[in-house]
């Protein structure tokens, strides 16, 4: 009963989602007042409706009820509640239903926090993201239905979730890093009704600002839960592989830095106008390439989900609407002429400018290196495939070279700025930036001159917010007082940027300096590795609620005091047979120690260990979670909450915005 | 060309891409071609992993065998990798084909995660998978005694794999009851 209530929910949301998508544009078309009036009500309605159908997937999942495909496919009665829980988007049908709501979420946060927009965008915004709704919510009724019942034939018991998704990180990931992707849909949606209105002007830039930078924190966060799920569950220490899926997500993050830094030059400077619009699309239809590559079946990875050509036609055919119609909006309707405000060389807007075609060509090489084996395939070229290799060569040095010119960022001036004054800012830092360069890697286990670099354009980078913070506290009475006085935004800029130095430190030292060493041990055996003692304790067996689990008890020490205990695991989960490797970690902000079990060894009890010393390793998530709250930060501005207040005030006006 | 015609330029790319995905989705890339299925494997002289010894087609060929293609690189191999050892411990000959890694790297690892191949091929540059149309990294063909290729999966080969598609066709090529 209970699924196909969900079910009905889901039709009645995409009716509502259809007149979302219709009624208000067509009230925007005819300037008819009553019809876009209908568009925030709407937008809730489809919010409530996919919510109640979520619910009730959720429910089936969480009473076991086998009778439900999906469910006995990815669900098993001796499942923790929690990971019955997160079952539900562990598979194709249930992350699509979970993508739709998060739609619906975004959609309705719009409606409801935007009251100060002129109705006319309002509406036209509501209306596209509505469209983009039904897109989803069709996709998921007509190919991939999540309530399908197996009648009759009932099976007693599920065959139990992939046992890689049975993981705390796993429950949050997804969820996260859709409210980042569906997240981009608000800037498209605004700046497709941006042009559908005519009028792309820095109020428009202003509008998207906040929703943009929110989605791309999500993003930021759901990217960087995904890689520290790598690292401890796949059981041997990467964090990143470059797998297509990866990418999927990588792509939108990358577009969405363009597109956060081209916005603040068109709110601020009414410049890269088109531009703007052309990223707003381009990131939207990245995180729709995503989708579709993750859920077609045409390039192989670690995480597809089960796929069916049907859906990827759908998809395909979805996309091709969306992308396709928008770029002939955008052709017909973008300001074809450069504005007339103009910028010297020398100048915040250039800067901005080298950041945008640095991301730009970034996520133009890793949409190459994905897509490569695909085309290589339908031109008849043979099968590729493309490895980590070719994303590093590239991504090195692009990254470096953006990490010099971001030093200057903070203190460049807009409009015109000059070298002599450059010069004169950043001479401190630069020199500053090479004493660390060259004594920092001092500190590690030996001198490494990729390390050396890394310290350098980090402290050049720290630096340089430095100094530019201390211009700006300089004047105030006391530096309390100072600080305070910083806008959120600034506050959102200097998080991201410092995460940013931070992670260029974690990849680069845990690259370089990681030492692993891969041994025979038996209880009893100890090892010595980067000055850690690791005793081989005993050999256990443990039971957990789905799985059976050889464990392998080790103390750490380090000059004779005892650091710190870990227990690997290898456990073999009973529903489906599937042998998983439970990493021992214990993590630190200078270094993590690691330890995994291989496969036994002969027949004394001996087994295949793994020891890991990771220095730094936590920089890059901490960098990570640093640009995501830098991005939530940016919304707590008090220029939104003035610009919402004084719309509320000039309500009347409202209907002349557009 | 004019500042407007400029703006179609996004969307020409756009449909140039579409096309290749559209192309992309007829393909599969777990599919092989079908001009290889039951042909015979294709000859080759590679060095053997860990020793000066050439391997040659006539050498790994003589019973039903799964041949998998690993790398060091390769993430999902390594997921593969028990379920590959429990098929050996049954006795199910797997030959090893190491695609484009890196010698000492792979040595460690069958030294550390075992080894559940009768022998590796190292195929450094990737000729036999280019011969074979290898995807990537893991896949897995059955071969019959007489060195036909009878299946190819691409991707991870599991309980679910094994039992449904690979065991019925070892088994059956075993008995000889397919020609």
Known sequence: MIPEVGHYALIVALCLAAILAVLPAWGAWRRDVVSMGLAPGLAVGTLVFVGISFACLATAFLQDDFSVKLVANNSNSLLPAVYKFSAVWGNHEGSLLLWALILAMWTSAVALLSRQLPLLVLSRVLAVMGAIAVGFLSFSLFTSNPFERLLPGVPADGSDLNPLLQDPGLIIHPPLLYMGYVGFSVAFAFAIAALLGGRLDASWARWSRPWTNVAWAFLSLGIMLGSWWAYYELGWGGWWFWDPVENASFMPWLAG??????????EKRGLFKSWTVL????????????????????????????TDPARGLFILLFLALVVGGSLTLYALRAPAVSSRVSFAWVSRESLLLFNNVVFLVATLTVLFGTLFPLIMDALGQGKYSVGPPYFNAVFVPLMALLATFMGLGPVSRWKSDSVSRWRGELALPAVVAVACGLTLPLLGVEYNLWVALAALLSAWLVLGLARDLWYRVRGATTLGRGLRRLSPSYWGMLLAHLGFAACIIGIVATSQYSVERDLKMQPGDSQVLAGYRFDFLELAQVRGPNFVADEARFRVSRDGDVVTHLAPQKRRYLASGSVMTEAAIDPGLFRDLYVAMGEPVGAEGAWAIRLHYKPMVRWMWLGAIFMGLGGFATTLDRRYRRQRRSAREGLQGALHGA | MGPRLKLFIPLILFAVLALFLFRGLELDPKELPSALIDRPLPSFELPALGGDRMLRREDVIGEVALFNVWATWCVSCRVEHPYLHMLAEQGVPIIGLNYKDDDTDALRWLEELGNPYRVNIVDA??????????YGAPETYLVDAGGVIRYRHVGVVDERVWQDILQPLYRELKTGRVN
């Open chain 1, 257 to 266: 830095i363009a597109l956060i830094h081209s916005l603040a030059v068109t």
């Open chain 2, 125 to 134: 540059q990737g000729t036999l998978g280019l011969d074979l149309g290898v």
């Open chain 1, 279 to 306: 990223l707003a699309i381009f990131t939207f239809s990245l995180s729709l390439l995503g989708t579709f590559l993750v859920r077609s079946g045409v390039l192989t990875s670690v995480h597809a989900f089960a």
